[in-house]
């Protein structure tokens, strides 16, 4: 005798449903607004500095000319070392007072003076700042060794002081070196 074959096994093709988009759709309806407004509170601290060029090619033009005038440049360069800060131009390297060790060693518990620093740097750019084209400018260059903060204090440091409840500005224009 033989079976009937059922209704189930004829009926094999199943329909395909499509995913259901709209709870996702909803959830970035809500999110978008959301992210923006928030982006909006977020700021971000940066630091204004001129980077180093990439070449150092020869300047003036093919002519040949020699200008009729150079300029005086003061070229001041702040190096951090693990000694402390060097203070030097393109002509001499200021010493600390006993004339062997850095410009601003560090303290008596080993941490950089950003204090006395700040005042060396006040002496210096009310001493040339108005008397070189670039008096404004500094080059910091630091060791691998130095931590990223030491840097940005430094920076903070060369850029303004404090004194009697008012800021200075000293050195706006901010380069960067390698030693």
């Known amino acids: 005798m033989p079976f009937l074959a059922s209704n189930r096994t004829k009926n094999t093709k199943q329909k395909v449903e499509e995913a259901n988009m709209l709870p996702m759709m909803n959830l970035m309806v ?3 607004p959301v992210l923006l ?3 909006q509170f977020i700021k971000i601290g940066m630091i204004e500095i001129d980077l180093p060029t990439g070449g150092a090619g020869a300047s003036g ?3 040949g000319d020699v200008p009729e005038e150079v300029e005086q440049k003061l ?3 702040l190096f951090i070392t693990e000694k402390g800060f ?3 131009n393109d002509r001499t390297v200021i010493k600390d007072s006993t004339g062997t060790g850095p410009t601003v060693p560090l303290t008596a518990d080993g941490k950089y003076d950003y204090e006395k620093l700040g005042d060396k740097l006040l002496e210096i750019s009310e001493a040339f700042s108005n008397k070189y084209k670039d008096g404004r400018s500094i080059k ?3 060791d691998n060794s130095i931590e990223f903060q ?3 204090n430094t920076i903070d440091a060369a850029r303004t002081i404090t004194k009697d409840d008012k ?3 000293m050195f706006p224009q901010v380069n960067f070196g390698k030693l």
């Open 37 to 39: 407004s928030a982006a």
């Open 86 to 88: 060097t203070i030097a």
């Open 75 to 77: 070229g001041l360069k």
């Open 140 to 142: 910091i260059a630091a």
């Open 167 to 169: 800021t200075i500005p």
């Open 150 to 152: 030491v840097l940005v």
């Open 61 to 63: 033009d093919a002519s």
């Open 30 to 32: 809500c999110l978008i």
